[in-house]
């Protein structure tokens, strides 16, 4: 089993805003679907870098990157990132990769991008695991705190933001904390926080995931398995992963079951 990945930096315009883009990738087998990954917001394109490291996804073709604003990535203007500025990043990404279908993997930001990617584009998804990514106005329990905690300047806000979630009761929620200031530039967070929060609140998500004509599965940790929407998914069809030991942040919490997860489910989609 492989456990080399390729690291590059990309050269992209995105609404005619240029970007430098740190990606991990690898080429895989083509007779193994490629998967994307895309990160949650304070987090990194090594979320997924331990891929490499389970032979259940051995031979698969991956791309994983930082987000505009995060990360290794540069954006020249930081405003511009939104949403739909994100969902056009990925699409530019998988198009220099040259991956035609594949799975797609995001968690929480990643998660709506993903969700927003795939409903423009099903034909090119195989499967989505949406790892509590936002799909009712109940999932904005980071973004809307732009709203609720609104300051004088980014950093304030930013500063702030940081040491509420460094004493949050949730698991991970320190480490995350810890490393946000390195992987999120304070600039890009409001413009990001505002679009997340106004697509919770008036964007159809929960339709948009309900009417995706492909597998689906929603992840979740245990410490948030009060979602009002659980049940509702499951009778839709929706396939549920709950990872123990858990809050927001299976990739930090329960690695090794968030890797089984994933894997269980990509097989049976194929």
């Known amino acids: 089993m492989s456990h080399e990945f390729k690291h590059e930096r990309v050269a992209l315009s995105v609404d005619g805003t240029p970007l430098e883009v740190s990606a991990i990738f690898r080429g895989g087998d083509k007779d193994k679907t490629p998967i994307v990954f895309l990160h949650g917001f304070g987090s990194t394109k090594e979320d997924y870098a331990d891929i490499v490291r389970h032979a259940q996804f051995a031979g698969h073709p991956f791309l994983a990157y930082d987000a505009p604003g995060c990360g290794e990535t540069w954006c020249a203007d930081l405003s511009r990132i939104d949403i739909p500025f994100l969902v056009r990043t ?8 040259g991956f035609t ?4 993997v995001g968690h929480s930001m990643g998660g709506l991008t993903a969700l927003m990617l795939a409903h423009q584009h099903p034909a090119r998804v195989l499967s989505f695991v949406d790892i509590e990514g936002n799909i009712a106005p109940e999932d904005c329990f980071l973004s809307r705190q732009i709203v609720d905690h609104a300051r ?3 950093e304030r806000f930013f500063d702030d933001f940081i040491e509420r979630t460094r004493h949050a009761p ?8 810890a490393s946000l200031r390195h992987k999120v530039r304070a600039q890009a967070v409001g ?3 505002r679009s997340m929060v106004a697509l919770s609140d008036n964007g159809d998500l929960m339709q948009k995931f309900l009417a995706l004509p492909f597998a689906r599965l929603f992840m ?4 948030n398995a009060t979602l009002s929407y659980l049940d509702s998914l499951r009778a839709q069809g929706v396939s549920l992963a709950e990872i123990a030991d858990c809050g927001h942040f299976p990739m930090y919490s ?3 079951a968030m890797w089984r997860e994933i894997a269980a489910f990509q097989a049976q989609a194929v």
């Not at 279908?101 to 797609?104: E, K, Y």
């Not at 949730?170 to 904390?177: E, F, G, I, K, P």
Request: proline share 6%; glycine share 4%.
């Open 90 to 97: 990925a699409l530019a990404m998988i198009e220099r990769v």
């Open 101 to 104: 279908r594949f799975h797609l």
């Open 152 to 154: 004088e300047s980014d």
């Open 170 to 177: 949730a698991y991970a929620s320190a480490l995350y904390a």
């Open 191 to 193: 413009p990001i926080f």
């Open 220 to 223: 979740y940790g245990a410490q």
């Open 254 to 256: 329960n690695p090794v």
